[in-house]
């Protein structure tokens, strides 16, 4: 089996190597290591490749506290210790920025980092019954392939839920639609956790009879989808307090459904907030702009400022949530919501919202390339960008930069997702005076 020594780690938090110039990628290795490896899959510029044994290990290299760690793909960095996660993701930040949008930014943020396990209080689960492992299975997805691994735990879940999963196997292996419920949804919110079954087929009396001792017995609330999300409603206890999350440092609070969009890792999202109000500094009487702005997650902490908010979402049931969520904390009057398809801005319709002394941006992956390009000479003096793709924020701050007037003043991560790969991030833009 081939040998080497790796160079340094990709987007997936694999180990990378070039091999008479091919590019191999070993999942499983680390920056430093030398390491036996196999390949797996080939193509013309690159082969895939998983690490057979580790010759010379790093000093980052920890046990991977999961014992589905490798198997399961719902964590590919488990092996390397956590702070070295966090300075990986801040490298792979640095050199997107380098390399895809050729700046730097001029300071570098601390990162924003917190727990390393049971931090996910949003997950989707798959089922899938397999007469051959016994029964029904519930949890990720393997890494490879579109098997759903045999997780008896979970170390990224909160305990009761990671205590619920051979119990949701037994459940839903006695339902007589097992095989016509693909996928659980979980949202655990500040006073209750929230299970949506994803079902094919309408349950069978005896099968709601299963599902209400299910829940009464381990205090979690049912919901069933049977078709899109829009369709999940509350099944039961039909009765009980609302899902919501907190933002103490606003006195803020959100409520939403289990399948409305609201990030996975709560103790991470009330310091992502404070620091992003804390850049974008708002000021009484001011008008900032909130785009992507979903339920209304920094607008409410940005409108406890004194400044009036216009967030901008293209959802326009989360811009009803969001509106819900502007009133139930008495902040209707300082914000004000708007639907609008922020993926086909244009110069007219960013325009139409009138002039904004400073803007948050928090888009999909996909980023925010017509908005940045659409805005104006007399556009926003300050921009605070969240952004979970780096390629994407890389493209968006080369032309803030290099086309519209703006200095990246500081970038840094945001660890949302330890023991993963994903890179969430926050920069922020600034015109300087008289431009």
Request: aromatic residues 8%; glycine residues 8%; charged residues 25%.
């Amino acid at each position: 089996m081939p040998t080497g020594t790796i160079d340094s780690l990709d987007h997936e938090g694999r180990g990378l190597i070039v091999v008479d110039g091919t590019t191999v990628f070993i999942a499983g290795a680390l920056p430093g290591e030398r390491v036996e490896y196999a390949v797996h899959r080939r193509k013309p510029t690159y082969e895939q490749a998983r690490t057979l044994r580790v010759l010379d290990p790093s000093a980052d290299r920890v046990t991977p506290r999961c014992p589905h760690f490798g198997v399961c793909g719902g964590c590919s960095m488990q092996h390397l210790d956590a702070s070295a996660q966090v300075a990986a993701k801040q490298r792979l930040l640095e050199d997107h920025l380098r390399h895809l949008g050729e700046i730097s930014a001029e300071q570098l943020y601390a990162p924003i980092h917190g727990p390393t396990w049971a931090y996910r209080y949003r997950a989707r689960l798959s089922v899938r019954f397999v007469a051959k492992k016994g029964g029904v299975l519930v949890g990720f997805r393997e890494r490879r392939g579109s098997y759903v691994a045999d997780m008896q735990q979970c170390e990224v879940l909160p305990p009761h839920l990671s205590a619920m999963l051979l119990p949701l196997r037994e459940l839903i292996g006695a339902l007589s639609i097992r095989d016509r419920l693909p996928q659980i949804e979980v949202a655990v919110g500040e006073r209750v956790t929230a299970l949506v079954l994803r079902v094919l087929e309408a349950p069978s009396a005896d099968d709601e009879g299963r599902l209400r001792d299910f829940a009464d017995r381990y205090g979690v609330v049912f919901y069933l989808q049977p078709k899109g999300p829009a369709t999940a409603y509350r099944f039961h206890p039909q009765e009980g307090p609302p899902l919501s999350y907190l933002l103490p440092d606003f006195g803020v609070e959100h409520f939403f459904s289990p399948t409305e969009f609201t990030q996975v890792n709560p103790a991470i999202n009330r310091v992502l907030v404070r620091r992003a109000v804390s850049l974008l500094e708002p000021r009484p009487g001011e008008r900032i702009g909130d785009m992507f702005c979903g339920l209304g997650n920094f607008s409410l902490a940005i409108a406890r400022s004194g400044a009036q908010v216009l967030g901008v979402e293209g959802s326009p049931e989360l811009v009803v949530r969001a509106a819900e969520n502007a009133a139930a904390n008495g902040l209707d009057g300082r914000v004000e919501y708007r639907v609008a398809n922020l993926f086909a801005a244009t110069a007219e319709s960013v325009a139409a919202f009138g002039r904004l002394d400073r803007m948050l941006i928090d888009p999909p992956r996909d980023g925010a390339l017509e908005l940045v390009k659409s805005l104006a000479a007399d556009g926003p003096r300050r921009i605070v960008y969240i952004s979970c793709s780096p390629p994407s924020l890389a493209r968006d701050a080369a032309i803030l930069v290099s086309q519209k007037g703006y200095r990246l003043r500081g970038a840094g991560v945001v660890n949302m997702f330890p023991n993963t790969s994903h890179v969430e991030s926050i920069a922020l833009f600034e015109r300087p005076p008289g431009r």
